[in-house]
């Protein structure tokens, strides 16, 4: 029987050491720090998103409203309202709806911030579409108060602006001035980031031409990339 070998040296188990208290609280600091200085950005980033996808849509919903004009033979309007405020129903809004031509005898406008099924009180005024944007979201949807200037006549104190398709021509029933730099730059509307600082400027703008042509841009000083405005 041969020998037994002799056994290799045993290797001491490696000794795990943990963290401190204080080596923690500084790990912890740091972490703190790093997410404070984040936070804006990401918060930026989240409403720059909010500007595009509100502006795309706002893009789609006339586009959606002069082909609806000439689908069914109707004047099909897209009308734009604003109501401050901090709860879920106080924000942007605009309503796109079916109307007889005006002095047909139907209301031209609608209540954006009525409730559902009474938004629009005449029986020949459909509502087709209704979008809000509360203000939680921290974008608006405005049409500028130049272009409400140029209405001939002008609009009575609480009017609602809008846009209006003729359904044989597809084109925007205007109602307004005849000024050539009007017509130049269209019915514009803004998508606009309501927690821009001063110098700041993340727009997107939208306009209707005469023509009915749905134009979108993106305005001198906006950082949001894309065709830049005439």
């Not at 004009?69 to 309007?77: D, E, F, H, I, L």
């Not at 209707?208 to 990339?225: D, E, K, Q, W, Y």
């Amino acid at each position: 029987m041969s020998p037994a070998r002799p056994s290799a040296p045993a290797v001491p188990a490696r000794r795990l050491r943990g963290l401190s208290l204080i080596e923690l609280m500084v790990v912890v600091a740091v972490a703190v720090v790093i997410i404070g200085l984040a936070a804006p950005s990401f918060s930026d980033y989240i409403v720059t998103q909010r500007v595009r996808s509100v502006h795309a849509q706002l893009v789609t919903d006339l586009q959606f409203a002069r082909s609806e004009a000439a689908a069914r033979g109707r004047y099909v309007a897209v009308q734009f309202d604003h109501r401050p405020g901090d709860t879920e129903s106080d924000g942007s809004c605009y309503i796109v709806i079916t109307r007889n031509k005006p002095g047909g005898g139907n209301p031209r406008y609608c209540d954006c911030f009525g409730s559902e099924g009474a938004r629009c009180t005449h029986p020949e005024t459909t509502e087709l579409r209704r979008v809000l944007i509360p203000n939680r979201l921290q974008v608006s949807v405005r049409v500028d108060a130049p272009v409400l200037a140029a209405f001939t006549p002008p609009p009575s104190p609480g009017a609602i602006p809008g846009v209006n398709f003729d359904p044989a021509t597809g084109r925007y029933e205007q109602g307004v001035t005849d000024d050539p730099a009007w017509l130049d730059n269209g019915f514009p509307v803004y998508t606009r980031a309501v927690t821009d600082r001063e110098g700041e400027s993340r727009a997107l703008r939208v306009s209707v031409f005469g023509t009915g042509r749905v134009a979108p841009c993106t305005p001198a000083g906006s950082p949001l990339g894309g065709e830049a405005c005439p």
